[in-house]
């Protein structure tokens, strides 16, 4: 199965392939640049936003790789740099790390016209932007994504925060970066693990409304975890995506939600494996997620079993787990599982919303869902058997 999506609008030009997809929000506009190299312009780019000096916040891991270079570029265009490191992981989306990189960035004496740089993957961007929508009641950030995840999802849309003991990003703000620039290069270090959980992430936007992209993922895949011009494309197709979902409805009051396509099942997870890395990383709980949800539908007679099966068989040929009984060391329980949801931030009144499908490219927002039928659904689920159809 092979389709066509556009190229790179510049993939005829000379030199690399590069892209910009503009976020229409108004005045809160921005653009997302993508290509190899791109992170080349941080230092321009900040100093032509008006910044005299930048907070870089990191992870340890991406500031051994990364670090530096970002660094070089800022200071070589004349800005001051001050870099803040917190430990790689989701374990840094918490209040104790999140008090301690405010503090930072109010100690290097960041102001309003100055900018806080997040490099790094969604736990860091997740963080340092919520601590730019904070520090200062609001100083403006640049996100320079280092995860296929960030690339495609996370970095672009203002969804920042941090995790809490009831749940995951139940605390957080909207905070619009002023830049984007996703240097696919800065993808060439991601371990293979880490890529494949990302890829989670962009066939989910065929999943939901593009049933094209879909199937060119199908034909493509491969090469886009892989490596060159594909990956480049399922980057800029994936933002595309988003900027348009996001531009409709910023804050999540309609449409964006579905965004959240296999996240009630995926968020369930991540809890349950209290986001223990040795048992799951967030794309992997996406992806599982994913197949769930499109299970669900077809169990709940909404889509077609043969739907949901190719859905499963793509994720599981990128290499992604879609039971669970992927995961190694999960002790995966329905009421355990319930009781995750529940605290899911998309619950009304005590109704269960999901985000189901009628089809491939066919997601819509489900509420007021039966909860007998996800306990039953989860029970099967769980027991390892196929859920016949209700
Ligand atoms: P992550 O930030 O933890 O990064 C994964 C791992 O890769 C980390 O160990 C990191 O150090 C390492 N890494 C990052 N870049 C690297 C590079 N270039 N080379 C080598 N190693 C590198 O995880 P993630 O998957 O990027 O993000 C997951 C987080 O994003 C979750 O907390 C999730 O909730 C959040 N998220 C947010 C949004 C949003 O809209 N704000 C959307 C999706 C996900
Ligand atoms: N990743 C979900 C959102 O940005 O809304």
Request: with cysteine; charged share 20%; hydrophobic share 45%.
């Amino acid at each position: 199965m092979s389709a066509t999506i556009a190229p790179p609008a510049d993939a005829h030009a000379s030199g690399p392939a590069r892209e910009t997809v503009r976020v229409a929000l108004g005045e809160r506009s921005y653009d997302i640049l993508i290509g190899r190299g791109v992170s080349a312009e941080a230092g321009a780019r900040a100093a032509a936003l008006g910044a005299r000096a930048v907070a870089l916040v990191t992870d340890d891991t991406v500031a051994d790789l990364h670090g530096e270079g970002v660094r070089a570029r800022l200071e070589e265009a004349g800005l001051r740099c001050e870099t803040i490191t917190v430990p790689a992981g989701e374990g840094s989306k918490g209040y104790a790390t999140l008090a301690r990189v405010c503090d930072a960035i109010l100690a290097s004496r960041i102001e309003r016209g100055d900018l806080v740089l997040a490099l790094g993957g969604g736990v860091v961007g997740d963080l340092a932007g919520f601590a730019a929508a904070i520090v200062r009641r609001g100083v403006r950030f640049v996100q320079v994504p280092t995860t296929l995840l960030a690339q495609v999802d996370s970095s672009v849309g203002g969804k920042t925060g941090i995790n809490s003991a009831h749940g995951k990003n139940l605390v957080g703000a909207f905070h619009q970066p002023s830049l984007v620039l996703a240097d696919t290069a800065l993808l060439d270090t991601l371990p293979a693990r880490e890529l494949r959980a990302g890829y989670a992430e962009v066939v989910k936007y065929g999943l939901i409304d593009d049933a094209a992209f879909f199937a060119w993922c199908e034909a493509n895949g491969p090469a886009v975890l892989a490596g060159g011009p594909e990956r480049e494309r399922a980057v800029a197709h994936s933002c595309r995506s988003k900027a348009a979902i996001v531009a409709r409805d910023e804050r999540e009051e309609g449409d964006r939600a579905l965004l959240n396509l296999g996240h009630t099942f995926g968020h369930a997870l991540e809890r349950l494996a209290r986001y223990d890395p040795a048992i799951l990383v967030h794309g992997e709980a996406v992806a599982a997620g994913l197949a769930l949800a499109f299970r669900f539908s077809a169990y709940l007679g909404l889509c077609a079993p043969a739907d949901a099966e190719r859905v499963a068989r793509h994720l599981a040929a990128s290499g992604l787990p879609t039971t669970f009984g992927a995961f190694a060391g999960l002790a995966p329980d329905p009421e355990r599982l319930l009781d995750a949801m529940a605290q899911d931030k998309k619950v009304v009144a005590g109704q269960l919303t999901f985000i189901l499908a009628r089809g491939i490219g066919a997601s819509f927002v489900a509420k007021g869902v039966d909860v007998a039928a996800v306990r039953t659904f989860l029970a099967r689920e769980c027991a390892g058997e196929a859920p016949a159809p209700v």
